[in-house]
């Protein structure tokens, strides 16, 4: 029974994990939109989650840090104790750009305010879960 309670809130802590580092993405791609050979950066969600939760039998499965890959030793990677399960892919240019970046402001923007939204619903999930298991114990 525990097994099951524990496997939820694992899938929704590695979402809310995953939805976070997205956010950062979107945000680094945002604030380098007027740097020169800028490529703009994303993630596949639904790959990324599946790759972290992958295997997860129980609460002891998720226990081992895994980090995003960095593409050369000069870039910043993620806080310390942020666990990520992807690569991050390259953007697809919508237009080109005589100094070479690819970011599209529309396409971040758009990609922010839906990821914050995705993850307030992933919080709210987290929190219906954790006040169904609360009135289960009090009984109330």
């Given at each position: 029974?525990?097994?099951?309670l524990?496997?939820?809130?694992?899938?929704?802590?590695?979402?809310?994990?995953?939805?976070?580092?997205?956010?950062?993405?979107?945000?680094?791609?945002?604030?380098?939109?007027?740097?020169?050979g800028?490529?703009?950066?994303?993630?596949?969600?639904?790959?990324?989650?599946?790759?972290?939760?992958?295997?997860?039998?129980?609460?002891?499965?998720?226990?081992?840090?895994?980090?995003?890959?960095?593409?050369?030793?000069?870039?910043?990677?993620?806080?310390?104790?942020?666990?990520?399960?992807?690569t991050?892919?390259?953007?697809?240019?919508?237009?080109?750009?005589?100094?070479?970046?690819?970011?599209?402001?529309?396409?971040?923007?758009?990609?922010?305010?839906?990821?914050?939204?995705?993850?307030?619903?992933?919080?709210?999930?987290?929190?219906?879960?954790?006040?169904?298991?609360?009135?289960?114990?009090?009984?109330?």
């Amino acid at each position: 029974m525990f097994d099951r309670l524990t496997q939820s809130l694992n899938f929704q802590s590695e979402a809310l994990v995953l939805r976070a580092e997205r956010q950062r993405v979107i945000a680094s791609n945002i604030a380098n939109a007027d740097t020169p050979g800028y490529v703009a950066r994303d993630m596949d969600f639904a790959a990324a989650l599946k790759q972290a939760t992958a295997g997860q039998g129980g609460a002891a499965a998720s226990h081992a840090p895994r980090v995003v890959a960095t593409t050369h030793a000069g870039h910043i990677g993620p806080a310390p104790g942020v666990r990520v399960a992807s690569t991050l892919n390259f953007a697809r240019p919508a237009q080109t750009n005589l100094d070479s970046n690819t970011v599209d402001m529309d396409r971040e923007r758009a990609n922010f305010a839906d990821n914050a939204v995705r993850y307030e619903a992933t919080l709210r999930f987290i929190n219906g879960s954790v006040r169904t298991m609360l009135s289960a114990i009090t009984g109330q």
